[in-house]
């Protein structure tokens, strides 16, 4: 899987807090974006889907 890079803008305050949790459990940033982004765009689609069904 090829990946692409891609610049985004953090609170400070919130990047330092997610990177001391998630430094403890061994979890990359750009990993857990890309898992947020999945879940986000899977229930985007259950909702189109949901949707279409009701009209």
Not at 25 to 47: A, C, L, R
Request: with cysteine; aromatic share 10%; proline share 2%.
């Amino acid at each position: 899987m090829a990946t692409s890079r891609h610049n985004i803008t953090l609170d400070p305050e919130v990047y330092e807090e997610f990177c001391r949790y998630a430094g403890k459990k061994g979890i990359k940033i750009s990993t857990w974006i890309n898992q947020q982004m999945k879940e986000f765009i899977e229930e985007e689609k259950m909702i189109e889907e949901f949707r279409k069904k009701r009209s």
